[in-house]
């Protein structure tokens, strides 16, 4: 079991460093530097979306054949949509980057987030460099969540430590996303670390299995970004031994780091462009897997459904024909079944006998609660969480580049 830190625990073997480099605001942070010792090992996962930002095209090639040293992520701008020149700015802050600390372009791995479609000021971010490896200091995570935010309203970290056998290990990550967020990979940027022992390819396996099962199970309004990346470290700094798969020491480990990768994710939605409401949408008895994320996403993306969550109206209609139009294979109308909180509305696809809108109005009333979903008899289940649309939403996105 992870004990959860109050503040984010510095992590051995990695500092990191915020700067105002201008690319926003003179006055708002949007450079974060992340210094990983040499040894460590280092793995992501990056977005689905066809069209990936330069930063992302340029970080898998990086990171396929080199060690990482160091992080260089911006906010402000995202260096998606910019072609052949957008690949050349990215490589020029690799390569400034990797000649003020001592190393290849190629061990420097490029983060970018922010406005599609413009030009990175990468002379902006180059000449911030110097000023921001001089401050460097592994105890600045809460500043580096800070750096990276863009509509988030408040900055996103997790942070604990577990001990395993004889040995205890600290966990901490940053994250940033409001808007934009489907992940299909991770979210739209994270950053975990730590100072466990793991080697690559297991480390690799890990990061996948885990954004799979906490970062893909999110959405805010459906939108696979360009610039999806999250990023694992694991320094080895605090055993000489790795932690090996299929040991009880990797799962008594992995089930914490899960629990860091989890709390992200729910901080991710919960600060959601003029969200309200955190919703769960629990839905159970598919023929697969795939089947219940297929009606859960269906449910949880539906503009219909997401405004009747921001209105407390308990229209439950907008849910069952959100399923019905799903994909899922093999539903009958009989088997389906939805509760919303502990009040059965639906039951054998009809309405249950003396249900009252009234109760369900309450519930829906709360910030945080479930709509579970059966769809049919088997075993299978998944939970994905979403939010509402507001006023808000609205706004914030029609605004976005004023």
């Known amino acids: 079991m992870i004990e959860i830190s109050p503040t984010p625990l510095p992590i051995a ?148 430590a577990v001990s395993v056998g004889e040995e205890r290990y600290r966990i901490t990550g940053i994250a940033k996303g409001a808007g934009m967020i489907k992940p299909n990979m991770a979210t739209m940027l994270a950053f975990i670390a730590t100072d466990a022992r793991i080697s690559a390819p297991d480390l690799n396996t890990l990061v996948a299995a885990l954004a799979e099962r906490t970062f893909n199970r999110i959405t805010i309004d459906g939108d696979t970004s360009t610039n999806d990346s999250c990023v694992l470290i694991a320094t080895g700094r605090a055993a000489a031994r790795p932690l090996l798969p299929h040991t009880p020491a990797w799962h008594a480990f992995a089930r914490a780091l899960e629990q860091i990768f989890a709390d992200l994710a729910r ?85 249950v006998p003396g249900y009252a809108e009234a109760d369900v109005a309450r519930v829906m009333q709360g910030a945080e609660y479930e709509i579970a979903i059966q769809i049919g008899p088997r075993e299978t289940h998944v939970a994905v969480l979403t939010c509402d649309f507001s006023f808000e939403y609205v706004r914030i996105n029609a605004e976005y580049r004023s």
């Open 267 to 351: 901080a991710i939605v919960r600060d959601g462009e003029g969200a309200t409401k955190l919703v769960t949408v629990a839905v159970r008895g598919g023929n697969t897997t795939a089947d219940c994320l297929r009606a859960a996403y269906a449910v949880a993306e539906s503009p219909l459904v997401k405004t009747a969550l921001f209105a407390s109206d308990p229209n439950w209609g907008r849910i069952l024909a959100a399923v019905g139009r799903s994909g899922a294979q093999g539903m009958r109308l009989e088997d389906i079944a939805i509760t919303i909180g502990e009040v059965p509305i639906v039951a054998r696809g009809e309405p």
């Open 13 to 160: 073997g990695v500092r990191l460093s915020t700067v105002c480099a201008g690319i926003r605001r003179v006055e708002h942070p949007d450079l974060t530097l992340i210094e990983i010792a040499p040894a460590a090992s280092v793995a992501a996962v990056f977005t689905q979306n066809v069209f990936c930002a330069a930063p992302v095209t340029l970080a898998r090639q990086h990171l396929a054949t080199h060690a990482a040293r160091l992080l260089v992520v911006n906010s402000g701008n995202a260096n998606a949509g910019t072609g052949a020149q957008g690949l050349a700015d990215a490589h020029n802050v690799c390569a400034a980057a990797g000649e003020q600390l001592g190393c290849p372009a190629t061990q420097v791995l490029p983060f970018s987030t922010g406005v599609i479609g413009q030009r990175l000021p990468a002379e902006k971010i180059t000449a911030a460099l110097a000023r921001a490896l001089e401050g460097l200091q592994e105890d600045a995570w809460d500043a580096a969540a800070r750096g990276i935010m863009t509509t988030d309203t408040v900055p996103k970290w997790a942070s604990g």
